[in-house]
């Protein structure tokens, strides 16, 4: 039977989206870290939900208060540096249709943490050394293309870009797009006062059609709504994949 979800049909589908924001330790009480909510990898986890996917969410450092009223259907799998994300997305990539990756990833983590209170030193600043992380959303484009078992899995990423005067934020999200080697790339514009945490958002969906890039139409609205959008483009991506 056709679905009426607005998110299209994931009956029999297993989805595993990543949402919130990597955490770096610095020592064993503060850490680098990032603005991201959660809110809109949630979203996504309930629109896939409702179109009838089984869902695996992989929680970096969500607000508990966010997390509760889930749905049973969804299971969670809390992490919370960067490293922690990766493995946990590598097993679950294993038992994966489709991957979206909406979680905010630390570019770079301190190259030492240490394991007691760092002290203050003498009246000088503090330089920290950084080192930069692995890509996750590319590693798993590449386990993708090693295993015949993996080749049918969707993969999504997101961008959020500001423009510059050089360079528009569509570009750079373009450009990522074609770099990452995903099946979509959701760009959210966040220019200006377009700033995180905000219910209200706007994206658009590049994919890619015969080789060339197609930059989809903005979807406003809230995230829930945009929820929707991205889950019934993976939809279309299944019935593109299969026909
Ligand atoms: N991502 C990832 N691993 C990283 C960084 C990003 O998997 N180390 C994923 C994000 O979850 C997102 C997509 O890649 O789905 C794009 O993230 P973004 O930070 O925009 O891309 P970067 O490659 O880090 O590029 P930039 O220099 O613009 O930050
Ligand atoms: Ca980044």
Redesign the pocket.
């Known amino acids: 039977a056709a679905s009426t979800d607005p998110s299209g049909d994931l009956s029999g589908r297993r989805i595993v989206i990543?949402a919130g924001g990597t955490r770096e330790a610095l020592d064993p009480v503060r850490f680098l870290g990032n603005r991201s909510s959660g809110k809109q990898g949630i979203a996504l986890a309930k629109a896939a939900h409702a179109a009838g996917a089984a869902v695996e969410l992989v929680a970096a450092n969500i607000d508990t208060g966010l997390l509760t009223g889930l749905p049973a259907g969804i299971t969670m799998t809390p992490v919370e540096s960067?490293l922690e994300l990766q493995s946990a997305m590598h097993s679950a990539q294993v038992w994966a249709d489709a991957i979206i990756?909406?979680?905010?990833?630390a570019?770079y983590r301190p190259a030492e943490a240490t394991e007691s209170k760092m002290k203050k030193s003498g009246d000088d600043g503090l330089t920290l050394r950084l080192v930069q992380?692995?890509?996750?959303?590319?590693g798993l484009v590449d386990e993708r293309s090693r295993q015949t078992s993996l080749r049918h899995q969707i993969i999504v990423?997101?961008?959020?870009?500001t423009g510059d005067v050089a360079t528009a934020a569509l570009d750079?999200a373009r450009a990522?797009f074609e770099r990452?080697g995903v099946d979509l790339l959701v760009f959210n514009d966040v220019s200006g006062d377009r700033a995180f945490g905000h219910d209200e958002t706007m994206v658009q969906i590049i994919s890619s059609d015969r080789g060339e890039i197609v930059v989809g139409e903005e979807f406003h609205g809230s995230k829930d709504h945009v929820s929707q959008k991205v889950i019934a483009a993976v939809s279309d991506q299944f019935t593109h994949v299969e026909s």
């Open positions: 990543s960067t990756m909406a979680a905010a990833v570019d992380n692995p890509d996750i959303l590319r990423g997101f961008a959020a870009e750079y990522k990452k």
